[in-house]
Every structure is written in C-alpha cells, then in structure tokens.
C-alpha cells in the first residue's frame, strides 16, 4: 500500500480556522486493543494448537507467510469486526495487526488466506472440533459435579449455490442448519449441517464423544443434556438412560398431549376467569410416543391468559417438583439462543458463502475460535466488572477499537493510544488478567 500524501477533506471551518482532514498520517491503527487478542491467545494457547493439527501442504522453502500467521491474522479479524477476506487487503499494512501476529512485514493478502481456507478437509474440521473441547477442560482449574450441555440447531442462510445447500420448509430458505453445543457461555461444538435432515441428526454421536471424553476427565461428573423439542427422539433418550445421563428436552405438543393435559388447562382456565390474572400450573404425566419403546415422564405446563391457552410439554428423567424443572431448569436454555447470535451477528459465523463444502465448515470453526478468544476474555477479564454480561459487539467496541499510534524500532514497539480513552483503567485490568500465568 502506498504511503504517499493522501487527498485532502475540507469541512466548514471553526473560529475562523479551517477543518482538513486526510487518510496519509503516520502510522495509526484503529485496532488498539488486538493486543488483549494476543495475550488471550498466548494463554489459552488456541491458533497454535489449531495450527499444530492442520497439516500445512505447501513446500517450507517457498512459503512467505506461517500457516499460524495466517490463523491469527484470520481469526483475530473476525474477533475484530472484519468479516471478509479482502478487509485483510488492507489490515495487511496495520503495524499493529503485523505486531500482533509475530510479523515485521506485511501480512498475507485475501488470496493466501483464501487459499487456507480451501485447504480445509473433514479431518481437518474434526481436529480442530477436539480443539475446543480441550479448551473447555482446561478452564477448570476444579473438577466439576455436573456440567449442562445446551444442544441446538439453527438456520444459516445462503445466497449462491454452494455444496450441500438445501431448501428449507420451516425456515422457507435455501440455508445450513448448523449444530452447536454450549456449556453456560463456553462453546464445545460447531458442526456445520445440510439443512435436509433432521434437527437431531449427529446430535447422538457428538453427545456420545462428549460425554466420553467428559467422563474420561471427571469420572464422577454428572451430565444433564438440555435441548428443544428437536432434540426428543427415541434413540438419544435411550442412551442417556442406558448411559446415565440427564435430560430435560422440549417434547411438540400433539392431540395425544393435550389431551392428557386437559383437565390441568381446564384448571387453570377456571382459575384465570375467577381472577383474571394469569393462570400457569405444573403436574407431570405419562406419555409414550408411537415410536418409543416404553412410557416416560413429561411435565405439563398449562398456562392461561388473556391471549388464551399455551400448553408446553418437557420430556425429563430428573426428579423433583415439575414446576422448579421447568422455570429454574429447562427455560435456562434461552440463555443459548444469546450464544448462537452472538456467533452469527457478531462474529460472522453464516459467512458460508464459499462454493465447497468444507471450506464453509472451516469458516464456521475459525468463527467459533474468535468466540473462544472472546469468551475468554469476557470470563477471565471482565468478571466482576461493568461488562461482565457485555455482548461480543459491546467487548470489541469498548476495547478492542481503540485508536492507536505504533513506534517500532529495533529495540521495542510502542502503542501509544489517546490520553482522553474513557476505559483506560478497564483496559489496565483486562490486560493484567489476561498475562500468561
């Protein structure tokens, strides 16, 4: 990029001075905080754990940019708001960008980190998959009793005709239907799917591997699988009840319900006419599907108000008072649905717009590494600060986006931001918790 003096911008002048602006100071980035990205990365170890299982094709002698260079410069991208590739065309001349990545240069171009990206294949992604499950263990520094995994599909739309893209019905879109399991806020899987099958495809095996690998670790660990009604099927209740795992999954409403349910709605409808204050009551029931093996245990909420009736049904083998499952237990899972849109508003985790199949799965894995990193540092940063329960956007507008001016020389690189920064001492804190211990 040339450093040539840029055109000047003129605005209505001030106490007789004119206002000018231009694009051709020293060198200035906008990104400030990538720093934190770096001391987070360092700690958690993350790009280079993913770089060390992505085996790198090109021949060592003519490579110009580091597979883990390109991973970073990636990765911390998207953590910084930049969703396309040819952002980097640019960002490729940021000292502070170069500086975060281990580089004196300039970085790669959107055709090298294009390249990365279609280099993708199906061992690659489950490599990096195992990554993240990795991660989540190695933030408890103590075993922990039980752990609550969030399962849950969602839409992710496309525009072209990219491999695998189906139409569908419910959506009424052509889209994927990725699959995403959290634990609280911290992210275990990602699985990119075509959007023809059913919402509980593969969920079986992943929460198979999972609690495998989960028990291998905390042999003693209770594990409780929480999901909506896509998730209610034969095969997956089986095994948890084989395996001992909890459940307290979403179960549709159907004839057969309702009207097991119904002497409970006609109470509560009788109760809301004697008051007029919304009714909701609680009583578990006996039901078995034409497609399970046996009758299990399913609390019915009947609940009305002045909109009408709104009958909802969780299927669960826990014990205790139906209504306590219910409020305290299954309506927690909406926390997830802030998880889900925090990858895919906020960090770009829909951009599948490549025309192959795997490449489009590694997308939604390096958008799932941006949320690890910045998960991280909401978790190990920001406890008991003002953002403690900020969102991805909030993080990266209120410290990751700060202008900057960088010195380097050959003894030391400085990043010199504004005196006038209104999170200065926020900044301080986050990036003392964030050092490698």
Not at 3 to 21: G, H, N
């Amino acid at each position: 990029m040339s450093k040539c003096t840029a055109p000047e911008l003129t605005f209505p002048s001030f106490d007789r001075r004119k206002i000018e602006a231009s694009f051709g100071g020293a060198d200035i980035s906008s990104d400030g905080g990538i720093m934190l990205l770096r001391q987070i990365d360092r700690r958690l170890g993350l790009t280079a754990a993913i770089d060390e299982v992505m085996s790198d094709p090109r021949r060592p002698e003519c490579v110009v940019h580091p597979q883990l260079q390109l991973l970073r410069q990636r990765i911390y991208g998207l953590a910084h708001g930049y969703e396309d590739l040819n952002d980097h065309d640019t960002l490729r001349n940021d000292p502070a960008w170069q500086s975060a990545v281990d580089r004196n240069e300039e970085l790669a171009s959107s055709p090298t980190l294009c390249r990365l990206e279609a280099r993708s294949n199906r061992a690659r992604a489950v490599a990096i998959s195992k990554i993240f499950v990795e991660q989540f263990i190695a933030s408890f520094q103590e075993a922990p009793t039980e752990l609550i995994l969030d399962f849950d599909a969602t839409d992710d739309r496309v525009h072209g005709f990219q491999e695998q893209r189906c139409f569908h019905g419910y959506y009424r879109d052509w889209c994927f239907l990725p699959l995403y399991v959290f634990c609280g806020e911290q992210l275990l899987v990602s699985y990119l799917r075509p959007s023809n099958q059913d919402p509980a495809k593969h969920a079986w095996a992943i929460l198979k591997l999972l609690t495998q690998r989960l028990r291998q670790q905390w042999p003693q660990l209770r594990i409780i699988l929480r999901a909506d009604s896509g998730f209610s099927r034969q095969k997956m209740l089986r095994w948890c009840e084989r395996q001992q795992v909890d459940y307290v999954v979403g179960l549709a409403k159907n004839s057969r319900l309702l009207n097991l349910a119904k002497p409970l709605m006609d109470r509560a409808e009788a109760d809301f006419e004697t008051s007029g204050q919304k009714q909701r009551h609680f009583a578990w029931l006996k039901y078995a599907a034409r497609t399970w093996d046996r009758p299990r245990r399913v609390i019915a909420k009947a609940e009305h108000s002045a909109l009408g009736s709104n009958p909802r049904f969780v299927i669960s083998n826990l014990k205790g008072r139906s209504q306590e499952i219910y409020d305290t237990l299954y309506c927690a899972r909406g926390e997830m649905e802030n998880r889900i849109k925090e990858q895919q508003l906020g960090l770009f985790a829909d951009r599948t717009s490549c025309h192959r199949w795997w490449p489009n799965q590694l997308r939604l894995l390096l958008s799932s590494a941006a949320y690890v990193l910045m998960e991280a540092i909401r978790r190990l940063g920001l406890s008991g600060t003002k953002l403690a329960r900020a969102q991805v956007g909030t993080i990266r507008l209120k410290l990751l986006k700060i202008g900057t001016i960088i010195l380097r020389n050959t003894r030391r690189i400085q990043l010199r931001m504004s005196r006038n920064y209104p999170h200065q001492e926020l900044y301080r804190q986050v990036a003392a918790r964030l050092a490698p211990g």
